[in-house]
Nanobody, 120 residues
Framework: HVQLVESGGGSVQAGGSLRLSCTAS????????MGWFRQAPGKEREAVAA????????YYADSVKGRFAISQDSAKNTVYLQGNSLKPEDSAMYYC??????????????WGQGTQVTVS
């Protein structure tokens, strides 16, 4: 069973930057990728980015391409999401997830509790 703990959310002005962190603990054979998802009030949860733990392949939603970057520190079991040029529409609860995928979208099977990002 994998446990995921996010940190780094907060409030930022439009055009600013924020870095989210997600640290995983525990062991699971049911994951080869880590991802970030977000959910704004009244909207469905959407995939933002993913990274494959083996080769480092990344995936981004069109809405964040060129502005967000996902990375990992395998020694720390930590995945990061760097958000730059943030827009008010990036405001949401951001969730870290672990799951399985084939190089694109990471299909989640474990979730963190979420961290709030507010852009004004």
């Amino acid at each position: 069973h994998v446990q995921l703990v996010e940190s780094g959310g907060g409030s930022v002005q439009a055009g600013g930057s924020l870095r989210l962190s997600c640290t995983a603990s525990g062991y699971s054979t049911s994951r080869n990728c880590m991802g970030w998802f977000r959910q704004a009030p009244g909207k469905e949860r959407e995939a933002v980015a993913a990274i494959y733990t083996g080769g480092g392949t990344t995936y981004y939603a069109d809405s964040v391409k060129g502005r967000f970057a996902i990375s990992q520190d395998s020694a720390k079991n930590t995945v990061y999401l760097q958000g730059n040029s943030l827009k008010p529409e990036d405001s949401a609860m951001y969730y870290c997830a672990a799951g399985l995928g084939r190089g694109g979208y990471c299909n989640p099977n474990s979730w963190g509790q979420g961290t709030q990002v507010t852009v004004s």
